[in-house]
């Protein structure tokens, strides 16, 4: 039976980890998760859009800041659930 967490609980298991962000208007972003507030504004760090799957196309961003209000869904890497 898997175990339920807070969703901070697994963005915290998360940190320094590479994640998938899926945003309003249908953009993508990954980047290594570097700091998250209670708002779920998000600090990434070598953060790339995703602009094309097919053609493996990326636009390199940096280190940014996503506005928790923009976020909709948020893919850490695989973790254990107890």
Do not use: C, W
Request: positive net charge; hydrophobic residues 40%; charged residues 30%.
């Amino acid at each position: 039976m898997l175990g339920t967490q807070k969703p901070l609980g697994l963005l915290n298991k998360s940190l320094d980890q590479r994640v998938l962000i899926k945003l309003k208007g249908g953009r993508e972003l990954r980047g290594k998760l570097r700091g998250f507030d209670q708002h779920m504004n998000l600090v990434l760090e070598a953060a790339e859009e995703v602009v094309s799957y097919e053609e493996n196309e990326v636009k390199l961003l940096g280190t940014i800041i996503v506005r928790g209000d923009n976020v909709i869904i948020i893919s850490p890497p695989r973790v254990n659930i107890e």
